[in-house]
């Protein structure tokens, strides 16, 4: 007798050095293991573009100087995510780049102490001109001055950041590529981060005040969910890495308690991570465990794996299918620094709509 477990025999991997990159992801979806988890969770990501979910994507770690930013550049030009949640260290490499800084190999073992007497920063085996952030700094100054005095979400920072580097930088870019499509990217420590030490540099030199509402932030968050939902939409979550930025975009589905309701949970998740989860920390925790703090649908569809987040990013961008405009949020960041969303020919005002 058949048993019912035996449904799905492996198929043995056959080395093809001509094979596409495609076709080598589903080959590895019919192994075991980490490959065939892989390949799961690529096509759950397809899934939920072709659900019209609302995707939030975090990022955390090391990407763009490892030279991966435009990867996450695609991610937002491709449509595969509606909100992007980042780290300020990233923010800070990708504006480097934007206006044409570099980043170099470097060597794992090198001598930081002698590094350090050439201004060199180094990322594990990736090196980095100190001199780079003295350069943008003027440029830096040049933007926070003209910035309206008062205080700003960290998205809409970004969001004016992008629209000033996509005039004066000569590369694709993050910020650049996130302003052109308006999508709203967040930053829940900036301030850890050379881009908020620039604001302090900014201040003590100019004496100007540049203050973060990042409690607006958090509120902007929520009602993205519960609009989304108001709508018949689901929302879903796409991370890589740990840290603030997975919390933070976590966190936006438990957050509608503070509009008197309720929300449905994350529908789908998608985790490329190398953190134990024996920690107890949250950037090695599962999905399973996001359900019993209202993180997660109890019946989340979830692909987890474990593989560096880099590499995972140069995989997603590749390989997850792109979807039309005109099928995801639209976003449109408002002069007084509210945030509407446009979506089926009608606009929605976040602040107005949810009182905040």
């Given at each position: 007798?058949?048993?019912?477990?035996?449904?799905?025999?492996?198929?043995?991997?056959?080395?093809?050095?001509?094979?596409?990159?495609?076709?080598?992801?589903?080959?590895?979806?019919?192994?075991?293991?980490?490959?065939?988890?892989?390949?799961?969770?690529?096509?759950?990501?397809?899934?939920?573009?072709?659900?019209?979910?609302?995707?939030?994507?975090?990022?955390?770690?090391?990407?763009?100087?490892?030279?991966?930013?435009?990867?996450?550049?695609?991610?937002?030009?491709?449509?595969?995510?509606?909100?992007?949640?980042?780290?300020?260290?990233?923010?800070?490499?990708?504006?480097?780049?934007?206006?044409?800084?570099?980043?170099?190999?470097?060597?794992?073992?090198?001598?930081?102490?002698?590094?350090?007497?050439?201004?060199?920063?180094?990322?594990?085996?990736?090196?980095?001109?100190?001199?780079?952030?003295?350069?943008?700094?003027?440029?830096?100054?040049?933007?926070?001055?003209?910035?309206?005095?008062?205080?700003?979400?960290?998205?809409?920072?970004?969001?004016?950041?992008?629209?000033?580097?996509?005039?004066?930088?000569?590369?694709?870019?993050?910020?650049?590529?996130?302003?052109?499509?308006?999508?709203?990217?967040?930053?829940?420590?900036?301030?850890?981060?050379?881009?908020?030490?620039?604001?302090?540099?900014?201040?003590?030199?100019?004496?100007?005040?540049?203050?973060?509402?990042?409690?607006?932030?958090?509120?902007?968050?929520?009602?993205?969910?519960?609009?989304?939902?108001?709508?018949?939409?689901?929302?879903?979550?796409?991370?890589?890495?740990?840290?603030?930025?997975?919390?933070?975009?976590?966190?936006?589905?438990?957050?509608?308690?503070?509009?008197?309701?309720?929300?449905?949970?994350?529908?789908?998740?998608?985790?490329?991570?190398?953190?134990?989860?024996?920690?107890?920390?949250?950037?090695?925790?599962?999905?399973?465990?996001?359900?019993?703090?209202?993180?997660?649908?109890?019946h989340v569809e979830s692909a987890e794996v474990f593989l560096d987040s880099n590499l995972s990013l140069a995989l997603a961008s590749s390989l997850v299918q792109a979807r039309d405009v005109r099928?995801?949020?639209?976003?449109?960041?408002?002069?007084?620094?509210?945030?509407?969303?446009?979506?089926?020919?009608?606009?929605?005002?976040?602040?107005?709509?949810?009182?905040?």
């Open positions: 007798m058949t048993s019912e477990f035996l449904v799905h025999p492996i198929t043995r991997f056959a080395p093809d050095p001509d094979a596409s990159l495609r076709s080598f992801v589903e080959a590895l979806g019919r192994t075991g293991g980490q490959p065939r988890r892989l390949a799961s969770a690529l096509a759950l990501w397809d899934a939920m573009i072709a659900r019209d979910r609302v995707i939030f994507c975090s990022v955390a770690g090391a990407p763009v100087p490892l030279g991966f930013g435009p990867a996450i550049a695609s991610l937002v030009e491709r449509g595969q995510i509606d909100v992007l949640d980042i780290t300020g260290a990233q923010l800070t490499h990708d504006m480097l780049e934007i206006i044409g800084s570099k980043h170099y190999q470097g060597q794992v073992n090198a001598d930081d102490a002698e590094l350090v007497k050439h201004d060199v920063n180094r990322f594990w085996d990736t090196f980095g001109d100190e001199a780079d952030y003295r350069r943008v700094e003027p440029m830096i100054f040049e933007f926070a001055a003209a910035l309206p005095d008062r205080p700003l979400t960290t998205r809409e920072y970004i969001y004016r950041m992008g629209r000033y580097f996509s005039k004066i930088g000569s590369q694709r870019g993050i910020l650049t590529a996130a302003a052109a499509r308006r999508t709203p990217v967040y930053c829940p420590a900036i301030g850890d981060s050379v881009l908020g030490m620039d604001l302090g540099f900014f201040r003590a030199e100019h004496g100007k005040r540049i203050v973060f509402d990042v409690v607006q932030d958090v509120l902007e968050m929520s009602a993205i969910v519960l609009l989304a939902e108001e709508l018949g939409l689901r929302t879903a979550t796409t991370i890589f890495g740990g840290g603030a930025p997975r919390n933070h975009i976590q966190q936006s589905q438990i957050g509608s308690y503070m509009f008197v309701t309720k929300s449905k949970g994350h529908a789908e998740a998608v985790r490329f991570s190398i953190e134990p989860a024996e920690t107890g920390g949250l950037s090695g925790s599962t999905i399973s465990e996001g359900i019993s703090w209202k993180k997660f649908d109890p099928r995801c949020f639209d976003y449109r960041h408002e002069d007084d620094g509210s945030l509407s969303v446009l979506y089926a020919g009608a606009a929605y005002n976040l602040s107005d709509k949810y009182h905040f």
